[in-house]
């Protein structure tokens, strides 16, 4: 990120209420930012929060005009928001996992983990 090294941090979703949230770090260059994304189950916490953090750095790229790369690509190999699909047009995610994606992001099912392991074995 603009020339330095940035981490970006996923924790394990904790249940809260009956719902489920994902803890979200991004390192910027002025500090860490905390966030957190919720679902109805660990792995739609988790997958929120990705799009989460991804959204955040995109919009940092797009409209704060920062130099955010990965793997010296413009791609940030994250899930991303429907959208803003536009904003990140080199997102290699195969066309089965981004169907897969959106599924288990927008059903809010505990059908998630199933949904998901559905994809890998095929």
Known sequence: MDGQQAKCRFYKPQEDAGSFFCPVQIDW?????????GGVDEVQALLLGMMLAHTDLLAARNMDGRVIEWLDGQSLGLPVTPSIRDWDPDNHMNRRARSAFHSVCMAGTTESARLMRSVVQR
């Open 29 to 37: 260059p002025e500090g860490t930012k905390n966030k957190r994304a």
